[in-house]
């Protein structure tokens, strides 16, 4: 089972960016499929998941309107494109892959994002 993540780095205020989480060794199409980030000296945050109709939840309210999951089944890959990026974005976001069906949990290596000018 892998979970790898890309697409993290530095961008200014106000900027983009989209992270990939590819997944592999699982059945993909039965997992809920989430972001999770952790900022230094903070607790794991849960930002945002999707099901896998492509159906979202968990929106953390300090997303909303700015940061847009999706999936695609058909190459095992979720997304997180981030808009009108904050500092206090920044943070090791993670994929995180959690089945339907029992308690399986798998999770990625996770990606900096850091937020600054």
């Known amino acids: 089972v892998q979970l790898v993540e890309s697409g993290g780095g530095l961008v200014q205020p106000g900027g983009s960016l989209r992270l990939s989480c590819a997944a592999s060794?699982?059945?993909?199409?039965?997992?809920?499929m989430s972001w999770y980030r952790q900022a230094p000296g903070k607790e794991p945050e849960l930002v945002v998941g999707i099901t896998s109709a492509g159906g979202t939840t968990g929106y953390a309210d300090s997303v909303k309107g700015r940061f847009t999951i999706s999936r695609d089944n058909a190459n095992n890959t979720v997304y997180l494109e981030m808009n009108s990026l904050k500092p206090e974005d920044t943070a090791v976001y993670y994929c995180n892959a959690r089945s339907s069906c029992d308690t399986r949990v798998y999770w990625g290596q996770g990606t900096q994002v850091t937020v600054s000018s």
């Open positions: 060794g699982f059945a993909f199409n039965r997992y809920v």
